[in-house]
């Protein structure tokens, strides 16, 4: 069955901390997707990165970077040196290949970065 | 500009009385798909459509109704709301499917009194 686990419900950090975002998923599919997508104050959803389970390549895109472990089931976010722009609820998605028409998202991550 | 636009963004309703969230994407993408984002819960999909006349239900469909007539219009209906539809509502689209990047909506905003 699909499930995507974000344990963390709400993470504060100060300004220029590094953090990390934790996403654990379960799925019985040899390929899927996962999704990384930001939730700023405003509102809106943003997209910030997919991967397939074929790709477990790290990807950096300037101060993110991406985990992705498929011994550990994980593809955890890490943001270096913080901004207080990067405060957001921050949600990982799962889309399995033989169930091409749903996706799954976790509860979310709320970050607070302190000035 | 490539968008999916919602309207209302903002609604108080009262309970019974129907109502109907409209949602339009100019892609030309096949996949839409509607979800509600309520705390301590993240998103869940209400209802999905792979393409034109193709709807199916997601994880939470009680309550809601959904047509797809044309590519670009899948609208979410209401048919008598009740205070636990209370939620901030998204609807999103995609090329494909799910597996592609999934655009979305401003949100919708919903008070059910």
């Known amino acids: 069955a699909q499930k995507v686990t974000q344990a963390q419900t709400e993470i504060s950090v100060v300004e220029k901390e590094d953090v990390t975002l934790d996403c654990v998923y379960e799925t019985r599919d040899t390929t899927y997707y996962l999704f990384w997508y930001k939730q700023p104050p405003s509102g809106e959803l943003v997209f910030l990165i997919r991967?397939?389970?074929?790709?477990?390549q790290n990807e950096i895109s300037g101060r993110y970077s991406w985990n992705f472990q498929k011994s550990t089931s994980s593809f955890n976010f890490t943001i270096t040196a913080s901004q207080v722009v990067d405060s957001a609820v921050y949600f990982c998605a799962l889309s399995e290949a033989n169930r091409d028409d749903k996706i799954i998202f976790g509860k979310g991550t709320r970050l607070h970065i302190l000035p | 500009e490539a968008q999916v636009t919602q309207n209302p963004r903002y609604l108080i309703t009262v309970t019974g009385k129907k109502l109907t969230v409209t949602c339009s994407q100019n892609m030309n993408h096949e996949y839409m798909s509607w979800y509600r984002q309520d705390p301590g819960l993240g998103l869940r999909q209400i209802y999905y459509s792979m393409n034109v006349e193709v709807t199916d239900k997601g994880d939470v469909p009680e309550g809601y109704k959904v047509s797809r007539k044309e590519k670009r219009n899948f609208p979410l209906i209401l048919e008598s709301p009740s205070p636990n539809q209370t939620s901030l509502y998204f609807c999103?689209?995609?090329?494909?499917?799910?597996?592609?990047?999934?655009?979305f909506g401003p949100g919708t905003r919903l008070l059910v009194l």
């Open positions: 991967r397939n389970s074929f790709d477990e």
């Open positions: 999103a689209s995609s090329l494909i499917g799910p597996r592609e990047t999934q655009y």
